[in-house]
C-alpha cells in the first residue's frame, strides 16, 4: 500500500492535464480583467490540488468507508 | 447539573487565568498598541501560564480538590477584581470581529457548529491514544498519590514542559476527564480567535476573520484532536499569540513589547517543545533587524532574558533530575551512553532522506497526507489559499512569515519523527494568509463576470462538503457515545480505539481489587483505565543507573519475581493480546517481565478475556514462576530480599 501511494500523484497531474488545455487556458487568461484572473487562477489551482487530493487518498477513503460498513 | 459544572470547570479557569495575566500586561501600558481584544487575549495566555506554575508549586505539596479549588477560588478573585476595576465589556466587543449578513454570518455560524459537537463529544469516554497513555493517566495517578510528581523512569512525558500538562491536572482534580477534554475544546476555540486577530493585523477584514477562525478549527486534525485531553491547542493559541506579540514589537521594540514578547514566548516554550522551536524560528527571523539596529538588539537581547527565566523552573528540574535540560528529546547530546529515546519510532515512521522528497514536501505533505502517519489536515485548504495570500500580501510581510514557516519545515524535518500534527502551531499564521488569500480572491470574483462566480462558488462549496465528511464521520463516531446511545464498553472496543483502552478487562479487575491489593499489566502502554496507582512497578530500584542508556537492564529472576507479587497483595496479571506492537519501546517503563511472563501465561488458563486482552490469577502466576530454575548468580540489585518496590513511589 505505502508503494501504491506514490502513484495517484502522477495520474492526478494527467487527470488535471486532460480537462484543461494550457494553450487555450493561457489565450483566455490574457483578455480577462485582473479581477476574473485571480477567480479563474483561484479556481484552476483549487480544482487541480482537490483533484490530486481526493486521487491520491482514494484508497484511504475506501478503507475509511469499509470502517463505516458503507462498502463491503 | 454534573455535566453543566464539568463545562464550568475550564470556564472558570479560564476566568481564573484573566486576574493574573491582566495584573502582568495592564501594568506594561501597551493600550496604544494592542487592540481591547488583543490585550483580554493576551492577559488570558500570560494568566494561564501565571496559573499552571502555581498549579505545579501547590501540587508538588498537595494535590487535590481541595488544594485546586482553593488556587482557582483565589485566581478568579483576582480576576473578578481586575473586571471591575479595569476592563469596558463594550470596549472589548467593539473590537471583536462583529457578525453581519455577509460571509462572516456563515463563517461564524460553522464555528459554532464545530465547538458544540467538539463540546458534546467530550463527554464521550476518553478514547484517544495520547489522553489514555498520559495525559489523564499521569493526572489520575498524580491524584490518587496526592501530589505532582516525577518519577525517572516511569515516563518521559512526565518531563514535558509543565504549562499545558499543569492545566490539565487541574482541570482533571475539578472535573475529571470530562473537563479536561472539554478544556481542550475551550484552548482550541480560544487559538482559532487568537488566529482571527493575527488575521486582522494581515489586512483581513471582519468577516474572513471569522474564515481565518473556521480553517483553524475546521482541519481534520482539528476535529479529530478536539474532544480529547491534549495539549496541542494550547500550543498553538501559544504560538498565535507569541506572532502576535512579536508582529507589536517588530513594529516598536522598547521595553514593554520585549516584555511581552518574551513573557508570552516563554510561555509558549513551556507548552511543549515545538514551541521553542517556534519561537527560534521567529527569533532568527528578527535576527537581521537586531544585528543591523543597536536600539532593536538591546530590546531583542531582552526578550532572551525574560524567555530563559520563563525557562529555568523546567529545564533547571529536568537537568537535576534527568541530567537533560530539554528531557526527553536531544539525549543523546547529554551522555556518550545516552540513546534517543524515540528512535524506534523514527525507524517505523522514516524521516525524510532525499532532496528529492524534501523537494516535494510542500505538495506531499498537503495532498498525498498518508505518506505521513498521525493525524492529517483533510482537503488541503492551506495549500489551495495560502500562495493567493503570499501573492497578495506585503512584500515585506509575507517573506517575514513565510521565512517563519520554512525554518519551522526545517526544523521540522531534521528534529522531529514525520507526523503532521506537529504543524499545529503553524496553524494561526498559515490561516490567516490563507484567509487573506480567500478575501483578495472572493473580493476579486464580487467583480468578475457571473459564471465565474457560479463555478467559485461551486467548487468551494465542493471542497466544504469534502471536509464535512471528516467532521461527520467523527460527530458519528463519538456524539453517539457522548449522549449515552452506545455504551462505553461498545464505543471503546470500536476499531480504531480496540488496542489502546483494554476498557473491558481493566473494569472487570478494577471491581475485583481490594484497597492494597495490586495487578501486573503486561501492555504495550500504560492505560486510564487500569488505575496506574494500582500497578506493580514497571521501574525497579536498579533500572535508573541504566535508563535510556545503551546499557541493558537486568533480568528479572524468576523466584524474585514469584516473591514480589506474594509480598505485593498482586492480584491479578493483566496481558495485552498485541503485547509488543508499539514503535515507542522507551517512553514508558514498559516490557519489564515481557520476557519473563509471556512463555508461563501461555500455557495458563485467563479467568477473563475480552477482545483487547487477558487476565490471570497472579498466584497461578507465582506458583509457576518458583517452578522455573533459579539462576545461578542473580544480579546484584536481587540479592536484597528486603527490598521494597511497592511503596508509594512519590514518597522516595
Redesign the interface.
Known amino acids: 500500500l505505502y508503494h501504491r501511494r506514490s502513484r495517484p500523484a502522477l495520474s492526478a497531474r494527467r487527470v488535471t492535464a486532460g480537462t484543461a488545455n494550457p494553450k487555450a487556458f493561457v489565450t483566455a487568461m490574457r483578455n480577462f480583467d485582473r479581477n476574473t484572473k485571480i477567480a479563474v487562477a483561484f479556481i484552476v489551482w483549487s480544482m487541480f490540488v482537490s483533484v490530486s487530493f481526493v486521487v491520491s487518498n482514494v484508497d484511504h477513503f475506501v478503507l475509511k468507508l469499509a470502517e463505516y460498513g458503507i462498502l463491503p | 447539573l454534573i455535566a453543566v459544572l464539568k463545562f464550568c470547570v475550564p470556564v472558570l479557569m479560564f476566568f481564573a487565568a484573566y486576574g493574573p495575566g491582566t495584573v502582568l500586561v495592564s501594568r506594561l501600558g501597551l493600550r496604544d498598541q494592542l487592540s481591547p481584544p488583543e490585550h483580554v487575549a493576551m492577559a488570558l495566555l500570560s494568566g494561564s501560564f501565571v496559573l499552571a506554575m502555581g498549579v505545579w508549586a501547590v501540587g508538588t505539596v498537595r494535590y487535590d480538590v481541595i488544594s485546586m479549588t482553593g488556587l482557582v477560588v483565589i485566581a478568579a478573585g483576582l480576576s473578578l477584581w481586575q473586571i471591575k476595576s479595569r476592563v469596558s465589556l463594550g470596549e472589548i466587543i467593539r473590537g471583536c470581529p462583529r457578525i453581519s449578513l455577509t460571509p462572516s454570518w456563515v463563517f461564524a455560524a460553522a464555528c459554532l457548529v464545530l465547538v458544540v459537537i467538539a463540546v458534546v463529544g467530550s463527554y464521550a469516554p476518553p478514547s484517544d491514544h495520547d489522553t489514555l497513555r498520559y495525559h489523564l493517566t499521569l493526572s489520575k495517578r498524580d491524584l490518587a498519590w496526592g501530589r505532582i510528581t516525577t518519577i525517572f523512569g516511569w515516563s518521559v512525558y512526565e518531563y514535558l514542559p509543565p504549562l499545558g500538562t499543569m492545566l490539565n491536572r487541574l482541570a482533571y482534580a475539578l472535573g475529571g476527564a470530562e473537563s479536561s477534554q472539554i478544556l481542550n475544546v475551550l484552548w482550541q476555540l480560544f487559538g482559532a480567535l487568537m488566529t482571527a486577530l493575527l488575521a486582522r493585523r494581515l489586512g483581513v477584514n471582519t468577516g474572513f476573520a471569522w474564515a481565518a477562525c473556521l480553517l483553524v478549527l475546521g482541519q481534520r486534525v482539528s476535529i479529530n484532536l478536539s474532544s480529547v485531553a491534549s495539549i496541542d491547542f494550547m500550543l498553538m493559541a501559544y504560538a498565535a499569540g507569541a506572532t502576535l506579540a512579536a508582529f507589536v514589537f517588530a513594529r516598536s521594540a522598547n521595553v514593554p513589547t520585549a516584555l511581552l514578547f518574551g513573557l508570552v514566548g516563554g510561555a509558549l516554550a513551556n507548552v511543549k517543545h515545538h514551541g521553542l522551536l517556534y519561537l527560534a524560528c521567529i527569533a532568527l527571523v528578527l535576527l537581521p533587524v537586531a544585528l543591523r539596529r543597536a536600539d532593536f538588539r538591546r530590546a531583542y537581547l531582552m526578550v532572551g532574558a525574560v524567555v530563559v527565566l520563563a525557562l529555568l523552573p523546567w529545564t533547571v528540574r529536568n537537568l537535576m533530575e534527568t541530567g537533560n535540560p530539554v528531557f526527553p528529546a536531544l539525549h543523546p547530546l547529554f551522555g556518550p551512553e545516552n540513546v534517543n529515546i524515540f528512535s524506534s519510532f523514527f525507524a517505523v515512521n522514516p524521516p525524510l532522506r532525499d532532496v528529492e522528497s524534501l523537494l516535494r514536501l510542500p ?1 506531499d505533505m ?6 505521513f502517519d498521525g493525524l492529517q489536515f483533510g ?2 485548504f492551506f ?2 489559499l495560502a ?2 495570500g503570499f501573492l497578495l500580501l506585503d512584500r515585506r510581510l509575507g517573506l517575514a512569515i513565510g521565512s517563519i514557516i520554512v525554518l519551522y519545515v526545517i526544523g521540522w524535518v531534521l528534529a522531529m519523527p514525520p507526523l503532521l500534527r506537529f504543524f499545529i502551531p503553524l496553524f494561526p499564521i498559515l490561516s490567516a494568509v490563507s484567509a487573506r488569500g480567500a478575501q ?2 472572493f ?3 464580487s ?3 457571473r459564471p ?2 457560479i ?2 462558488f461551486t ?2 462549496l ?2 466544504v462538503s ?1 471536509q464535512s465528511m471528516f467532521l461527520g ?1 467523527t460527530a ?1 463516531r463519538r456524539l453517539p457515545a457522548a449522549l449515552g446511545y452506545v455504551s462505553t464498553v461498545a464505543y471503546l472496543e470500536s ?2 480505539f480496540k488496542w489502546q483502552n483494554h476498557v473491558r478487562a481493566c473494569s472487570w479487575m478494577m471491581e475485583r481489587l481490594q484497597p492494597g491489593e495490586r495487578y501486573l499489566a503486561l501492555f504495550n502502554d500504560p492505560n486510564y483505565y487500569c488505575h496506574p496507582a494500582k500497578a506493580f512497578p514497571q521501574l525497579l530500584p536498579g533500572d535508573s543507573a541504566v535508563l535510556y542508556t545503551r546499557s541493558p537492564r537486568p533480568p528479572v529472576p524468576a523466584t524474585w519475581l514469584a516473591g514480589r507479587l506474594r509480598s505485593c497483595h498482586v492480584k491479578y496479571v493483566i496481558k495485552s493480546i498485541n503485547l509488543g506492537a508499539d514503535a515507542e519501546i522507551l517512553t514508558f517503563a514498559k516490557h519489564r517481565y515481557d520476557a519473563l511472563l509471556t512463555p508461563i501465561l501461555e500455557n495458563i488458563e485467563p479467568l477473563y478475556s475480552s477482545p483487547a486482552s487477558h487476565v490471570y490469577d497472579a498466584r497461578v502466576v507465582g506458583a509457576a514462576l518458583r517452578r522455573i530454575a533459579v539462576p545461578a548468580k542473580p544480579p546484584e540489585i536481587f540479592k536484597r530480599a528486603r527490598m521494597q518496590i511497592c511503596d508509594d513511589p512519590s514518597s522516595n
Open positions: 505538495w498537503f495532498v498525498n497526507q498518508q505518506r482537503v488541503p495549500l489551495i500562495p493567493f483578495d480572491v473580493g476579486a470574483a467583480q468578475s463576470n465565474v462566480r463555478i467559485l467548487v468551494v465542493s471542497l469534502m464521520a458519528k476499531r480504531p
